[in-house]
């Protein structure tokens, strides 16, 4: 860690570090949709536009990804943000959990 005294010749680099300060404490989760044989592809469309906020197409081809590969990732944020949606699709009947976002 960086430590610098700042003065008002300083300011930029003061904003500078704050800001990779920031970036280094946020982390970022998917919401997970998984596939299942149970539920339609409308249904999970459906589901996508009214609590994702995605649009029809979005959430058709995030359908068939689900439906292809086992699970996707259809929302990235923070956890606060993702948790209610995660609720709101289990109360749907569709299976969804959030996972920690790992860099490569």
């Not at 536009?49 to 259809?74: L, N, R, S, W």
């Amino acid at each position: 860690m960086k430590t610098v005294t700042v003065s008002a010749e300083q300011g930029q680099e003061l904003e500078e570090i704050e800001t990779d300060l920031l970036s280094t404490l946020t982390t970022f989760f998917n919401l997970i949709v998984w596939n299942d044989n149970v539920n339609t592809f409308e249904w999970v469309i459906e589901t996508l536009i009214e609590i994702c906020g995605h649009t029809p197409e979005q959430a058709e081809q995030c359908a068939y990804i689900i439906h292809y590969q086992g699970k996707y990732a259809v929302k990235q944020g923070d956890y606060e943000m993702l948790k209610p949606m995660r609720e709101a699709i289990i109360d749907r009947g569709i299976n969804a959990t959030i996972e920690e976002m790992v860099e490569k």
